[in-house]
C-alpha cells in the first residue's frame, strides 16, 4: 500500500523521489527514478526542517 502510494506520488509531473521518512530522517520506503538524488540525502533535510518548524511552533 505505501509503495504504491509512492509510486502515484513519484508519477507526478516534476516530482523524481518520493519517500516516507521517520521523524528523525531514516527512510522507512522509497521510490525514485534511476538517476535521482537519494532519498537518505535529502531526509537529513527534511528532519532538520520539521525539528526547526517543531521549535518555533
Known amino acids: ?14 516530482v523524481r523521489v518520493a519517500a516516507l521518512l521517520s521523524e528523525d530522517g531514516f527512510v522507512v ?6 538517476d535521482a538524488p537519494e532519498a537518505s540525502l535529502l ?8 525539528g526547526t518548524a517543531k521549535a518555533l511552533a
Open 1 to 14: 500500500m505505501v509503495e504504491q502510494a509512492l509510486q502515484e506520488l513519484k508519477a507526478t509531473k516534476g
Open 29 to 34: 520506503e522509497e521510490a525514485r527514478e534511476a
Open 43 to 50: 531526509s537529513a533535510r527534511a528532519a532538520t526542517v520539521l
